[in-house]
DNA sequence: CTGTTAGCGCGTTCAC
DNA sequence: GTGAACGCGCTAACAG
């Protein structure tokens, strides 16, 4: 978004001119916190703070005042608000992708945690651009949100900045770190590739490779950890190790396996940056006549919901990506009402992983944070 | 959302009070257009106008007002302008579902879409509920959005009432309609079904079923389409139309698929009513061992990116989500648009039968409207 | 616990 | 083509 852009207003057309008067969705004779408070008799600050922070007005009045907003149907002006008090209720929500499956159940979790609750949820897709990402923060701070929630902790120094200045809760979700900019809900990337490589090697495969597309930050430390839990026992071979920045997809996961044979014929496994690159390696083995898990392993990551369905199912590390929405939502409440002092600022969630009928069984469930 | 949720403020907490000065984002001294009116030697209504009509202002004074923008760093405020305009640039979008995986192929059209605008996107998920999506309009309208994007053409008489009346652009997705409230665009859901019934009979199929779940009104104008399509050639057998009012989901399609043989043990052919139902489908028949295409015949509907590189691929009818969200704001904008008198109020798109490798392939391509 | 006063930043209206 | 005055609906700050 360019600065003129932001200045360019579309709004400018005259779309039906005139006002409507079905159900009360009006401008002209809107009803007002001023009507409120005249058929309570009160004056229109003790309506508001009855609204707001209701301890504050006695109960008679406040009593008054709701049966008012209920008769006449108030709902308060948004921009007026935002204007008077210099904060929204937006809550910025900066994704890297819109495609991605995970983002779904996460976008979820986020909507079911502002049920009932007057908070309002604005989404900026970065695409995975580091310098986009800082451009839509510095956009969204200056709407004066009431929280935003970014994707990872691998920020730019100025988006950092930004975010540790931010005159409003931040929440930085799906990684754990231990400088935080503010508060923190995720996972361990790097601990969950680390257990795959251990499931892999438990389940007795000994040519391990990978395959990873769009290597954003939390892919990079997912891999990072899978190599170093591979090195520890000696297995880590950089010839098996594919990996593209383009987008990932079942399609992709197909051309990588392809790419890795080629590379390493003799490979006996494989951990999939994310399921849909594991579903489509799993096809591709199908077309190859692959054995799997017998002579090939295959692992995922995410555990999506068609990964336990697939023949065989897949193996995977079921992340959770609902509760890391509900609870970065949760935080940011927690952070903006003045009761919670010591609600935490850290939530740490775990990966879980799913053997199935990918890799050889081994039985055993882990867990990383 | 409740009455008294709406006015339940939960920006009471007073974080982090004080103002930060990084980078100018700040609501102490923030840059406002008196800022920039002074710079460039205008008033703040000439600089109003620049940068809303730019032609009704001297070339000259334009000239000087962007300057200053630039070096100021000027950015409108949203609130402020609301509220003098009784506008914001708030779209409304409502969804059936986040989980949906249509869903967010649609949202990254409307994304795109709003790029280099400044339009913003609101969300309201109303899970299928034609209660809830009437007040989620409702609240939405009382937002003085400057357009409103619903799924479908069935909502409720009341819904349908605030929809006509409400006082800017709306817009139908998703469906066709011969009385479309304002915009519209889609493709024609019954057609649709049409299409995939002619396919089936075309590739030699005698005896086809029918999966479905959450049948929601386009789903069932799908399998409208479909059941009449069979019917014509007397193909229409209700014992082996299979449908549940649960969520949709790849398990599912595995379930109905075997709720399908207990029924009628003879069927040779399924259209399931989504890619996820077909997905789980298919990995039943292969988990039953059944012969796909040459013995038994699958379908799916949407045409996810996966779909085509299942083992065998799957048949399916490729829908044009992406093109759905972006046509969707482009219709908005051109109403918002005063010089775009005559820009369509109607968009009609084509959904593809892909004919692949679960269906006896007869090398025909068909288009829906 | 309640009210008064004074804006928040911008756009509309109507002059010039 | 430009500007002055006013108000959008609400809330912060203070006084009572």
Do not use: Q, S, T, V
């Given at each position: 978004m360019t600065a003129l852009s932001l200045v360019n207003?579309?709004?400018?057309g005259d779309w039906r001119r005139g006002w409507i008067v079905y159900d009360n969705i009006m401008a002209r004779n809107r009803i007002t916190l001023d009507d409120v408070a005249r058929a309570a008799g009160v004056s229109a600050i003790t309506a508001s703070r009855a609204l707001r922070q209701p301890a504050k007005v006695s109960e008679r009045a406040r009593a008054r005042i709701f049966s008012a907003v209920q008769k006449l149907g108030y709902v308060p002006d948004a921009a007026a608000s935002a204007l008077a008090s210099t904060r929204t209720s937006v809550v910025g929500l900066l994704v890297p992708s819109l495609t991605n499956a995970v983002f779904a159940d996460f976008l979820r979790g986020v909507y079911d945690a502002i049920e009932d609750t007057s908070l309002t949820i604005q989404i900026g897709n970065f695409r995975y651009s580091p310098s986009k990402e800082e451009s839509l923060i510095r956009t969204f701070l200056h709407q004066r949100p009431s929280g935003l929630i970014v994707a990872g902790v691998d920020q730019t120094e100025a988006a950092r900045r930004m975010l540790m200045e931010a005159p409003c809760p931040v929440v930085q979700t799906m990684e754990l770190s231990d400088q935080p900019v503010d508060r923190i809900i995720g996972f361990s990337q790097y601990a969950s590739g680390e257990m795959v490589a251990r499931h892999l090697i438990d389940a007795g495969y000994r040519r391990p490779g990978l395959l990873g597309a769009r290597m954003d930050p939390r892919a990079q430390a997912r891999i990072a950890g899978y190599r170093s839990g591979l090195r520890t026992v000696g297995l880590d071979d950089a010839r098996r190790m594919i990996t593209t920045p383009q987008p990932s997809s079942v399609g992709m996961g197909g051309q990588l396996l392809a790419d890795l044979f080629a590379a390493a014929p003799d490979t006996d496994a494989v951990f999939c940056a994310n399921d849909d690159l594991a579903a489509g390696a799993l096809f591709e083995a199908q077309r190859r006549g692959l054995r799997v898990p017998e002579s090939f392993g295959i692992c995922g990551f995410?555990?999506?919901?068609?990964s336990r369905h697939m023949v065989p199912p897949l193996t995977s590390v079921a992340t959770p990506r609902y509760e890391i929405g509900r609870g970065a939502i949760d935080l940011i409440r927690a952070a903006l009402d003045p009761l919670s002092g010591e609600m935490p600022k850290r939530i740490e969630l775990d990966a879980v992983m799913s053997a199935r009928g990918t890799t050889r069984n081994n039985k055993n469930e882990r867990t990383a944070r």
């Open positions: 207003n579309p709004i400018g995410n555990d999506l919901e068609m």
